[in-house]
């Protein structure tokens, strides 16, 4: 130990445990601080530092209590009722986090976590400014984005400096210094932003991304950020991030036709781009019978020529035929599916000399024309019918009319009828009946209205800001939000659904792999990323448990926030790297919380409920160790304020009120 490190010697560790440490303080310092060579440093504060020498590094420990044990009575005195601490020990409880070592690069670096342990009454050291400068990582905030071009080949690099931290609050415990996140470990895996209502959730991203965008000479001009913006608070927060820095431009899209300005600022999602899992998950169909049903049908859009819808209606007719009792039911039934197959007039199908009463074709008892005249009609049905033909239901996502869907669903029923199953239009019913009320809901007009000519890769790159390889390919757009605030919670379902899975595949196939990343911001994630298994269907609403589990090789991150973890898929929880916890309260969100980090003291969670607001604790791979920071101010603020009932409350009789 180093003559200056025995100067600051508060005390020594009396206990060792796996988790914590006890420090009996020095006597003489009763009012916890120290004159040092710099400053007077106080050192039991609570989460303030200490540090322990050991070996050739030093175990950085934080403060978790502070206690005293009488060593005589407690009183000296008992007439005088004089409390004496004369001769009470001091103690601190520290928790170990992390070592401070030279790296192989001959620097001073901080490392979370510790392995190796220090021996009983080792020297325990207040610390001191050089020492959190490396744990905060003051030094470190841009590097050289060498592009290794041939000069910097020969010892010539000029490339830009690139940010490498984000600062995004002030440490509580030392108000000097700003916490910062590793870009690359906070943007370059998943991360959650979790709390109460109004405990400031939404500044907290906005400030963040305010601050990153608020870099300039070399703005981060590649980063995508996506917000599925279900409050509609997001517009209000990025509305200046051109005007304060011109790299950056910013879209806003909206189902909502009041608030779109243009008609390139409406989001239309064509309905032919839903696959077979989101169209069950829109129509709600059930796995075991509508399915199927579903999938054929949707395969009849894309390939239902005149020929094959000929052949299933003429076949739906002879089974009823041949099938069906009730000649009463039977004449309906037929006349019905003849009027819907709608026959050419040149090969007739002619039915209306049946009769319901006999049961066949006879007009009277006896008729000797009977077999003739049922024998002209089945010839007439089987003409359509056409042995080796090739129905083929696939789906290709090709454009088709919404309502061309309700014509699928019924051949596709009748398709099954005539294989035999007599139930499936009971079956289905249910599934129908969702499909004519979409059909006629004005909140779905952004899919069901949709007559775009716009094919899949053009619709991709609009809401990844890439202009079409046609025009210019060049990255435009930085933010992208999707102002979902008039959708309810079926709509932003499929919405984040559908164009979270069309990013994925386009960047799982993309030429040049993960070099294009995207960040999807899942604002009140709990609303469509559930752990009710009622919600969501198939693989549908699973994109995003692919995505946590997956879209790290492919350049695809998460940053959940929500104000109930409890109630998120705990796949996607449990692939978050990064936390930032605001003041959280319900004992069911705690308890979720402890089980997805078991790597953070029980200290460190006890201070969730009475965190205040604006207030957060940071942990995960993008910090050097659990920090209760300071947000910074976001400005704008997303439009997420409380309301400030007394001057909502108290105002003049009769006062006019716009709503």
């Known amino acids: 130990m180093t003559k200056e490190d025995k100067q600051r010697v508060i005390g020594k560790i009396v206990t060792i445990n796996s988790d914590r440490f006890s420090v009996e303080l020095l006597s003489g310092l009763d009012n916890f601080n120290m004159n040092g060579y710099d400053d007077i440093h106080y050192f039991a504060q609570l989460n303030s530092y200490v540090i322990i020498p050991y070996q050739n590094y030093y175990i950085v420990a934080e403060v978790a209590g502070v206690r005293e044990k ?3 009575l407690a009183f000296s005195n008992p007439t005088d009722q004089i409390l004496s601490k004369i001769q009470a020990g001091k103690f601190l409880d520290v928790l170990p986090i992390g070592t401070i070592k030279v790296n192989s690069k001959n620097e001073t670096d901080f490392e979370f976590g510790v392995s190796v342990y220090p021996s009983l009454y080792s020297d325990v050291l207040y610390i001191k400014e050089l020492e959190l400068d490396v744990i905060f990582k003051t030094d470190k905030f841009k590097d050289i984005n060498c592009q290794k071009t041939e000069e910097c080949n020969q010892g010539n690099c000029t490339c830009e400096n690139k940010y490498t931290s ?58 995508t950020f996506i917000f599925f913006d279900v409050n509609g608070e997001y517009r209000q927060a990025f509305e200046k991030a051109n005007l304060e820095n011109d790299d950056i431009e910013v879209k806003t899209f909206t189902i909502d036709d009041l608030k779109a300005d243009d008609e390139n600022k409406k989001f239309i999602l064509p309905h ?47 089974y009823v ?6 000649p009463v039911a039977k004449r309906q039934r037929i006349v019905s599916l003849i009027q819907k197959a709608q026959f050419p007039a040149s090969h007739k199908v002619d039915f209306s000399k049946f009769n319901s009463q006999y049961g066949n074709f006879a007009d009277k008892p006896g008729d000797q024309l009977a077999n003739t005249k049922e024998e002209n009609f089945k010839n007439s049905v089987r003409y359509y019918i056409k042995e080796d033909i090739d129905i083929d239901p696939r789906y290709a996502f090709d454009k088709f009319n919404f309502s061309d869907l309700e014509q699928a669903l019924e051949i596709a029923l009748l398709y099954e009828e005539y294989h035999g199953n007599k139930q499936i239009r009971d079956y289905s019913s249910s599934m129908i009946t969702r499909f004519k009320s979409i059909k006629e809901r004005d909140d779905f007009k952004f899919l069901t209205n949709s007559n775009s000519n716009e094919d899949i890769e053009s ?40 164009l979270s899975r069309l990013i ?7 030429e040049h792999r993960n070099m294009f ?3 999807l911001v899942l604002e009140e994630a709990h609303r469509y990323i559930s752990t009710d298994s009622g919600k969501v269907f198939g693989d549908a609403n699973k994109i995003f448990e692919r995505i946590a589990k997956e879209g790290r090789k492919y350049g695809m991150f998460l940053l959940v926030s929500s104000q109930r973890p409890s109630e998120l898929s705990k796949t996607v929880l449990s692939q978050c790297s990064n936390f930032i916890v605001h003041r959280i309260q319900n004992p069911e969100d705690l308890s979720h919380i402890r089980q997805i980090t078991p ?38 603020k997303p439009k997420s304020d409380n309301n400030e009932i007394s001057n909502n409350w108290f105002k003049p009789k009769n006062h006019k009120v716009k709503l």
């Open 70 to 72: 009488d060593l005589n």
């Open 166 to 223: 984000l600062p995004i609050g002030k440490s509580i415990i030392f108000p000097d210094y700003d916490v910062k996140i590793d870009i690359d470990k906070f943007f370059g895996s998943h991360s959650a932003v979790l709390g109460n209502t109004g405990s400031g959730k939404s500044c907290t991203i906005a400030s963040m991304l305010q601050t990153l965008y608020r870099f300039k000479n070399y703005s981060a001009t590649g980063s």
């Open 272 to 318: 032919w781009f839903l696959n077979i899992d989101e169209w069950a998950l829109l129509l709600k169909a059930s796995e075991k019978s509508q399915l199927p049903i579903l999938r054929n049908a949707l395969g009849f859009t894309q390939h239902m020529s005149p020929e094959k819808k000929f052949h299933i209606y003429a076949c739906s007719i002879m």
């Open 321 to 326: 035929f041949e099938h069906w009792e009730s």
């Open 459 to 498: 619709f991709i790159r609009k809401y990844l800001g890439v202009d079409d390889p046609l025009t210019s390919d060049q990255k435009k757009s930085q933010i992208i939000i999707i102002d979902l605030n008039s959708a309810n919670d079926e709509t932003v379902e499929i919405i984040s659904c559908v």
């Open 504 to 510: 994925f595949e386009k960047l799982k196939t993309a």
């Open 517 to 519: 990343p995207v960040n």
């Open 599 to 636: 790597h953070i003291s029980e200290t460190v969670l006890k201070r969730l409920p009475s965190i205040p607001t604006q207030h957060a604790l940071i942990f995960g791979h993008s910090v050097n160790l659990p920090t209760t920071f300071k947000v910074n101010n976001a400005n704008p």
